[in-house]
């Protein structure tokens, strides 16, 4: 009987958080549809990775590099490659992982219950019962007068788009000071 219970008590802690919704794992980077990761984005095909740094970061990168004075910094952010003019526009993604909170709940309600109130007053847990952790994302879209998505498949300029935006994701993410961009080439 003893065994049971502490199969039981195993098994509880165990599935004491019910996942709601896990957000995707990004090894380097990936390219999908924008609506298809999320669905505030744009339509197009998006070059999307996960963003380590803090909040703004990649904003304070592209003003930097791209010397824009704080102009335009998401948007139409100008390029060259093979004396072809292109641009992108960034956005800061946040998707979270939610899940659902068992045994903290419970021990909410066996708190309450133990002083003898009929309200539970979460303490252990959310008010809500979700527990929520947020993942960040940058997710780039690029275009050009010739092409209204450079990142589709059978684009023409795909493969040379893809190799910059893998430099640009390099660079940033081993960058600290973006001052120092400016003295690079």
């Given at each position: 009987?003893?065994?049971?219970?502490?199969?039981?008590?195993?098994?509880?802690?165990?599935?004491?958080?019910?996942?709601?919704?896990?957000?995707?794992?990004?090894?380097?980077y990936k390219i999908s549809k924008g609506k298809k990761f999320k669905r505030t984005l744009s339509k197009r095909q998006l070059f999307i990775f996960e963003d380590t740094k803090e909040a703004g970061e990649f904003y304070k990168y592209v003003n930097t590099k791209f010397q824009l004075h704080d102009s335009l910094v998401y948007d139409d952010v100008p390029f060259q490659l093979e004396n072809q003019q292109y641009f992108f526009a960034t956005y800061e993604v946040e998707i979270q992982d939610k899940s659902f909170q068992l045994v903290p709940i419970a021990l909410d309600v066996l708190l309450s219950t133990s002083l003898g109130s009929d309200e539970v007053h979460p303490l252990f847990s959310n008010s809500d019962g979700i527990s929520r952790k947020g993942n960040f994302y940058i997710a780039i879209e690029v275009y050009s007068d010739l092409e209204k998505d450079c990142l589709l498949a059978n684009s023409f300029s795909r493969t040379s788009v893809l190799k910059y935006l893998r430099q640009l994701k390099k660079e940033y993410l081993a960058t600290h000071n973006y001052n120092e961009i400016l003295f690079k080439n």
């Open positions: 009987m003893n065994r049971l219970f502490n199969v039981l008590v195993f098994l509880f802690v165990l599935s004491s958080c019910v996942p709601i919704r896990i957000a995707p794992k990004i090894d380097d």
